[in-house]
């Protein structure tokens, strides 16, 4: 079993920036990808960015060269730093592991960009 929590997240302008963070507890060996997503209001959710633990990244195009998801494999950690935000980044964005075969999500947390 694998638990996560993120923390982060709240209130932004257009423009500003956030940061989220997701730590990794219980049978934390062999997770792999490690992603985040978002859920807009009435919405899908949907990939936001992911980092394998060899820290290849992928990145939903509407947020490349706006947001940087980064790892640390030691502390079981991955964390999304959001800049130039827009409104339509507002939603709840959740922590994302696959471990043998299992997704894990974490309990989400809201951003909201206002314009």
């Known amino acids: 079993q694998v638990k996560l929590v993120e923390s982060g997240g709240g209130l932004a302008q257009t423009g500003g920036s956030l940061s989220l963070s997701c730590a990794a507890s219980?049978?934390?060996?062999?997770?792999?990808?490690m992603g985040w997503y978002r859920q807009a209001p009435g919405k899908q959710r949907e990939l936001v960015a992911t980092?394998?633990?060899?820290?290849?990244?992928n990145y939903k195009d509407s947020v490349k060269g706006r947001f940087t998801i980064s790892r640390d494999n030691a502390k079981n950690t991955v964390s999304l730093q959001m800049s130039s935000l827009k409104p339509e980044d507002t939603g709840v964005y959740y922590c994302?592991?696959?471990?043998?075969?299992?997704?894990?999500w974490g309990q989400g947390t809201q951003v909201t960009v206002s314009s």
């Open positions: 994302h592991t696959l471990w043998f075969g299992k997704d894990y």
């Open positions: 219980g049978s934390t060996f062999s997770i792999g990808v």
């Open positions: 980092i394998t633990s060899a820290k290849t990244t």
